[in-house]
Nanobody, 124 residues
Framework: QVQLVESGGNLVQPGGSLRLSCAAS????????IGWFRQAPGKEREGVSCISFIDDTTYYASSVKGRFTISRDNAKNTVYLEMNSLQPEDTAVYYCAIPDGMAWICEPTDFGSWGQGTQVTVSS
């Protein structure tokens, strides 16, 4: 079983930047991807960005494309989400998760093994 721990959330002003980290531990040898998701108050959880561990294919939601970058450090078993030009609508709890199987799309329904989340607040 894989355990995921997110970190890096903070309060930031509009236009600012943050880097989130998702550290994996446990049985990390056989998982296929990691995704970042977010959930704002009163809204459903949504996919933000995912990266395949098979071929490094990346996916970005249209709302973050060009502003967010997902990357991974294999040696540290860590996936990062670099977030630039942050806006108030990016305010949410951000989670990372692992897909349940080899075939997945970057949507919460295809992912399990969630971390506890990290709060990102964008406000002046």
């Amino acid at each position: 079983q894989v355990q995921l721990v997110e970190s890096g959330g903070n309060l930031v002003q509009p236009g600012g930047s943050l880097r989130l980290s998702c550290a994996a531990s446990g049985s990390t040898l056989n998982y296929y991807a990691i995704g970042w998701f977010r959930q704002a108050p009163g809204k459903e959880r949504e996919g933000v960005s995912c990266i395949s561990f098979i071929d490094d294919t990346t996916y970005y939601a249209s709302s973050v494309k060009g502003r967010f970058t997902i990357s991974r450090d294999n040696a540290k078993n860590t996936v990062y989400l670099e977030m630039n030009s942050l806006q108030p609508e990016d305010t949410a709890v951000y989670y990372c998760a692992i897909p349940d199987g080899m075939a997945w799309i970057c949507e919460p329904t295809d992912f399990g093994s969630w971390g506890q989340g990290t709060q990102v607040t964008v406000s002046s």
